[in-house]
Nanobody
Framework: QVQLVESGGGLVQPGGSLRLSCVAS????????LSWYRQVAGKARELVAG???????YYEDSVKGRFTISSDNDKNTVYLQMNSLKHEDTAVYYC????????????????WGQGTLVTVSS
């Protein structure tokens, strides 16, 4: 079985930095793509950054130059390094994986982590 477990959220001051981690547990053969989303209560969940199995990355305009998504295939982990944080970055951040294939041939079209809260406040 595969699960996504997120960590790294917390309270930071504006201009500060935070690093989120998402570990995909289980015997995984491949993951087509990994992404970070964020959501504020009452609003739609939005894509923040994504990375493909080939290493191509995408960033939402508001985080370009401030956030960096990366992955460690050996550890089945995706990271989101967040710098120069702003009040508007406050949200619950979710890890998403698409097209997950396990070593024993089980396919998961999409998986979500439980979310980790990031609060940017002075």
């Amino acid at each position: 079985q595969v699960q996504l477990v997120e960590s790294g959220g917390g309270l930071v001051q504006p201009g500060g930095s935070l690093r989120l981690s998402c570990v995909a547990s289980g015997s995984i053969s491949s993951i087509n793509g990994l992404s970070w989303y964020r959501q504020v209560a009452g609003k739609a969940r939005e894509l923040v950054a994504g990375i493909t199995s080939g290493g191509s990355t995408y960033y939402e305009d508001s985080v370009k130059g401030r956030f960096t998504i990366s992955s460690d295939n050996d550890k089945n982990t995706v990271y989101l390094q967040m710098n120069s944080l702003k009040h508007e970055d406050t949200a619950v951040y979710y890890c998403n994986a698409v097209r997950v294939l396990t070593e024993d041939g089980v396919k998961y079209p999409e998986l979500w982590g439980q979310g980790t809260l990031v609060t940017v406040s002075s």
